[in-house]
């Protein structure tokens, strides 16, 4: 396979969660490499796939991936494709509160399609003051909460909530390694 040059990633909602949607890491890379993306990698089992591909369109890659995913896992795929610009801008926008206090659960919340992080805020309620903070990305939503009151929270009730479909989230950890991934690929 020829050296894509663009470096892209993608992560997969609602995949190896809750029991639902179980793909191994081998398959899930064999099935990108299979829609012709290149120096394909994964981390860990949640759905985050690092990949490079000639194409410039973040759309058109992420209706290929899927449709591919769909046609080859029997599930509705939906995933959020970042180019390496896009992510690490999107990085660059978080918030000196997030993933410092570690009595608080700090989670990105990655949003779908043409979704805006303005238009999801205004679904939800307010974050409660003293327990939760959030910061805008331009595609992300960073947003902490205090662990010891984490039940009172507005992100615990996301979940429930009608937009939660159109989103994934990863923690701290994983959306700082995803960057550094980049790097490697």
């Known amino acids: 396979m020829t050296n894509k040059s663009n470096k892209y990633l ?8 809750g029991g639902k949607n179980i793909i191994a890491k081998d398959d899930l ?20 796939v690092l990949f490079r591909s000639e194409s410039t369109s973040v759309a058109k890659l992420t209706t290929k991936i899927e449709t591919g ?12 494709v ?38 999801v805020m205004a679904e939800l309620p307010p974050p409660i003051a003293n327990l939760e903070n959030v910061g805008l990305g331009r595609r992300t939503i960073f947003w902490s909460a205090t662990k010891k009151n984490l039940g009172k929270t507005t992100i615990m009730k996301l979940a429930s909530l009608p937009v ?10 994983t959306t700082l390694k995803l960057l550094a991934l980049f790097d490697e690929l």
């Not at 890379?29 to 985050?48: D, K, P």
């Not at 995913?69 to 959020?80: H, I, M, R």
């Open 164 to 173: 939660y479909k159109r989103m994934t989230v990863r923690n701290h950890n």
């Open 69 to 80: 995913l769909s046609k080859e896992f029997s599930y509705p795929a939906q995933a959020v």
């Open 10 to 17: 993608a992560l997969l909602r609602g995949i190896n969660v």
């Open 82 to 119: 970042f180019s390496f610009r896009q992510y690490k801008s999107d990085i660059q926008a978080i918030p000196e509160h997030w993933g410092v206090d570690a009595n608080q659960k700090h989670n990105a919340l990655f949003l779908l399609g043409n979704l805006k992080p303005a238009e």
């Open 29 to 48: 890379r064999e099935c990108f490499e299979n829609l012709g993306l290149g120096a394909v990698r994964t981390y860990i089992q949640s759905g985050n």
